[in-house]
């Protein structure tokens, strides 16, 4: 059995989306996609906002058949990953999602909220106001962050302005875990869903390139999680430019 955690998109399709504490949730056969248990906090990835966060274990299989079923969806899992493949689980506990981006959690997730219903016009009062020393701030913030990762310090002479992590730093790809790149996915759905083609480009490799004011919009809201969400990183002065931006939006 493996205890751990499972985030569920919000998809009504998902097997896991009527998930209840108490009950069991089981995938309808043995094919993919299976449920992901991550064993650790910090190792879950949310690639939709909003989500759930649920504490589960694994059922163990009960006949021959789900035994070889199991062993067929572990295969290709690398070395040491940091989760597992299963087909049921027994749901523990339902857990806020905030905790999924550290201790100040609740500030990454207003910001997320915001980013989830971001207007064009919003999106032009967050580029407008984002202040010319952000990025440099930003960057500071991640040096200060890299200085202490186990294999940070080859990190950090790099442009970190706009990074939305750096998986080889450590153990969590970013101070806020993949609070920065869901962000950004949360933009980049705001700007599809309300801008429409008019605002992405294509580059050389055919990859939708998002233009302004989204663009900027977007690294403002990261600036200010960066700011919110590990406080410890910056002082006062770089917390006023991170998040001068999100106050100025926040005050219209």
Known sequence: MVDGFVYVNGDPDDPM?????????RMPSFEPPWIVVHRRLDAVLAVRWPGRLLRVRSVPAATEEERVALEGAAQNLRAGASYSRVFAVDVLEELRPAVLFGPNGDAVVEILECAGRLTEAGARDLAA????????????????WLSA????????????????????AGPVGSPIGHGFALLWRCVTGSARQRGGSAAFTVDEDDDDILLEPWSTAGVAL??????LGVPELVDDADRAVLTAAWQALRRS
């Open 17 to 25: 989306a009527g998930a209840q504490v108490g009950a069991r949730a």
């Open 129 to 144: 106001a984002r202040h010319p020393g952000a990025a440099d701030a930003y960057h500071r913030a991640w040096d200060r």
């Open 149 to 168: 990762q186990p294999n940070g310090a080859v990190y950090r002479d790099g442009d970190h302005s706009g990074v939305l992590a750096v998986p080889g």
């Open 222 to 227: 990261m600036e200010s999680a960066m700011a």
